[in-house]
């Protein structure tokens, strides 16, 4: 958590990034090195101020990690076009079985609008070069 945390960081560096965002930053990471937690209750400290700041710099500045919209599309997908399309199935069949039919077709409509989503990022810049994992 902490390395993931400390290249976070680094990225961080490399984007243009608004005061408001520096300072909030700092103040997380401020927080972070005056911390005399230890164990698991540094790693949640750790991983607050890491969200705090991946919400920040992604409300204001567009700036996010690699494949955050494929993630944010399969889950969207399944759920906003799988289970719709899973129902209007089953009912049109008349066989409420079906409605797990729906699902692999919203993720991957999800995964495919997520996915280039992603690369429009890259390209303009506004991604970060890793993937955050909790």
């Known amino acids: 958590m902490?390395?993931?945390f400390e290249r976070l960081l680094?990225?961080?560096k490399n984007k243009p990034l608004?005061?408001?965002e520096i300072i909030t930053i700092n103040e997380n990471v401020d927080a972070i090195n005056t911390s005399t937690l230890e164990g698991n209750d540094f790693a949640k400290l750790i991983k607050t101020n890491q969200i705090q700041i991946l919400k920040l710099i992604q409300k204001e500045s567009k700036i996010v990690p690699?494949?955050?919209y494929m993630t944010l599309g399969t889950i969207t997908g399944m759920t906003a076009i799988g289970l719709p399309v899973g129902v209007a199935f089953?009912?049109?069949l008349g066989n409420m079985g079906l409605l797990g039919?729906?699902?692999p077709i919203g993720l991957a409509l999800g995964a495919i609008i997520g996915k280039s989503l992603d690369k429009k990022a890259f390209e303009n810049n506004k991604q970060l070069?890793?993937?955050i994992k909790y």
């Open 66 to 68: 690699q494949q955050y």
């Open 90 to 92: 089953g009912y049109a």
């Open 101 to 103: 039919l729906g699902l």
């Open 10 to 12: 680094i990225e961080l």
């Open 129 to 131: 070069g890793l993937a």
């Open 2 to 4: 902490y390395d993931q």
């Open 18 to 20: 608004s005061n408001k």
